[in-house]
């Protein structure tokens, strides 16, 4: 199913959903080092501080440049609204993109390799469940881009999960055709209508496969938001790398994603 957003109608609901800067004593974060491969990774947690019982968890997926402090700042704002949120490490502790062409590189690593890339969501999961503070039966997978990418990936997988949520991911699933039939979980994808990164082939594809398979999905696409809305850091980039920050695309996304987390996770 394809939603057109009307911003006006979610303006209200969204600025009550819009990030926080405040300190969090109310929550818990620390840096956690896990291993695959021969190899240790390191990854973000928070959660509440409070807790009476086992929570919903969300393991959330980095952009192509490396786990750094935006998807730190995101697992802060799902753990405000009472989910244990573990920011995940695709490439390696301490291997980070400095710049754009360092990012396509290590990506596209995992973008030709994606039995790499779903091994890799697999022990972050694992490791999540493993979690006492966390109810293993309710977790979903938030992607941002490149890890986007990925948390299609772990529907596609078949992974244990309840649900995924998608910012501006790529769309392009080598097994999409065979592996479609697998997905068993509610997918929610927030797309920009004027994104020139993903072609509108792959879109048309997913959408496609989806339908054909029975998906339950919903690919909410905001007009004129380009790739990376959800990306501040993209403030007076727009003509340089063809992004964008959106602000109204990027509450009404968050809004929508914590409102598919309530009716998943619960």
Request: hydrophobic share 45%; charged share 25%; glycine share 6%.
């Amino acid at each position: 199913m394809q939603k057109i957003i009307s911003f006006a109608a979610l303006a209200a609901f969204s600025v009550a959903c819009s990030p926080k800067n405040e300190p969090a004593a109310h929550m818990i974060t620390e840096t956690i080092t896990y291993q695959q491969d021969g190899k240790d990774f390191e990854g973000f947690l928070a959660l509440p501080k409070k807790k009476d019982k086992k929570l919903a968890a969300v393991l959330l997926i980095h952009d192509w440049t490396g786990l750094d402090e935006y998807e730190q700042m995101r697992a802060k704002m799902l753990a405000e609204n009472g989910y244990v949120a573990l920011a995940m490490d695709m490439y390696g502790k301490g291997i980070r993109a400095k710049d754009h062409k360092e990012a396509g590189e290590l990506s596209g690593t995992y973008g030709k390799d994606r039995k790499l890339l779903r091994s890799r969501v697999q022990t972050a999961l694992n490791v999540l469940k493993s979690r006492p503070e966390v109810d293993a039966t309710r977790i979903a997978v938030v992607g941002y881009c490149f890890g986007g990418m990925a948390a299609i990936e772990a529907a596609l997988m078949a992974a244990d999960i309840r649900g995924v949520v998608t910012f501006h991911a790529a769309l392009s699933f080598p097994t999409l055709a065979t592996d479609a039939a697998s997905v068993k979980v509610p997918l929610s994808i927030h797309h920009g209508g004027a994104d020139k990164f993903v072609p509108e082939k792959d879109v048309k594809a997913l959408k496609a496969a989806f339908d054909k398979a029975k998906v339950r999905y919903e690919l909410v696409v905001y007009p004129e938001a380009t790739h990376g809305f959800t990306l501040k850091s993209n403030i007076g980039h727009e003509e340089h790398f063809g992004m964008k920050y959106d602000a109204k695309a990027d509450l009404a996304s968050w809004a929508s994603m914590l409102s598919f987390l309530r009716e998943n996770l619960k």
